[in-house]
């Protein structure tokens, strides 16, 4: 099983501030990597796919980077709506998510 | 616009069996692979099972193979998650999940709302 580890797990920050989220793959899981967002209450929500492919809708703010084993969620000028919990999660093997980090205020 | 529906969901008692239901409405159903996907309360999400679009295929968890079983009916664009002998780590919100690909490759690009179960005595 590919383990997946996140960091920061708590970011606190403040609205048009840049928040970077970290993910961390125990082997490579080439560019098979995925961004979810997920707020109190809700469904999660397909972010970014394959790395740096943002999903239908999602605002340019939102990039992806990385390969290998280390991959980077970027949010250029967070605003009040993307304060929420974020996965990562491969497809390189079996499906496996991060435990998230939360974008807190 | 994709529209994800479970139910199915309730409390149970340890030991018993519970039959989850997904349909699926705003796309072709029969030509995307399905998934389940769940969350224990306050915790993460975790993979549970896969069907591909031809029930041809299909994948489970390892915490969750011998006890679960996974199917669809592509006439009524319905998914199915049948949970036998429930322990209380089954405890969770389970999802339904559309591929993002007809093919199937793990990424879920549409989510139901989820449905609770809760398995204790």
């Known amino acids: 099983e590919i383990v997946l580890t996140q960091s920061p797990a708590t970011l606190s920050l403040s609205p048009g501030e840049r928040a970077t989220l970290s993910c961390r793959a125990s082997q490579s899981v080439g560019n098979y990597l995925a961004w979810y967002q997920q707020k109190n209450g809700q469904a999660p929500r397909l972010l970014i796919y394959d790395t740096f492919n943002r999903a239908t809708g999602v605002p340019a703010r939102f990039r992806g980077s990385g390969s290998g084993t280390d991959f980077t969620l970027t949010i250029s000028g967070l605003e009040p709506d993307d304060f929420a919990v974020y996965y990562c999660q491969q497809r390189s093997n079996w499906p496996t998510f991060g435990p998230g980090t939360k974008v807190d205020i | 616009e994709v529209q994800l529906g479970e139910s199915g969901g309730g409390l149970v008692q340890p030991g018993r069996s519970l039959r989850l239901s997904c349909a699926a409405s705003?796309?072709?159903?029969?030509?995307?692979?399905m998934h389940w996907v769940r969350q224990a309360p306050g915790k993460g999400l975790e993979w549970v099972s896969s069907i591909s679009w031809s029930s041809t295929s299909v994948d489970y968890a390892d915490s969750v193979k011998g006890r679960f079983s996974i199917s669809r009916d592509n006439a009524k664009s319905s998914l199915y998650l049948q949970m036998d002998s429930l322990r209380g780590d089954d405890t969770a919100i389970y999802y339904c999940?559309?591929?993002?690909?007809?093919?199937?490759?793990?990424?879920?690009?549409?989510w139901g709302q989820g449905t609770l179960v809760t398995v204790s005595s």
């Open positions: 705003g796309f072709t159903f029969s030509d995307y692979a």
């Open positions: 999940a559309k591929d993002r690909i007809a093919a199937g490759g793990f990424t879920f690009d549409s």
